[in-house]
């Protein structure tokens, strides 16, 4: 998802964060925080 939402590999801290987050909330809440966060609205806006 990373790679597909934010164009870029999932950093070491960013690892540990989205993939304990994942496994709490599910593929679909993991897509939701993605797409929710500033990052992906600066891309976003650039595309």
Known sequence: ???V???RSLD???LQTW???ALQI???GLRAGIT???EYFN???TR
């Open 26 to 28: 599910g593929d679909s």
């Open 43 to 45: 891309r976003a806006q």
């Open 12 to 14: 070491p801290s960013g």
């Open 36 to 38: 929710g966060s500033d």
């Open 19 to 21: 993939v304990n987050l």
């Open 1 to 3: 998802m990373y790679k």
């Open 5 to 7: 939402y934010l164009g």
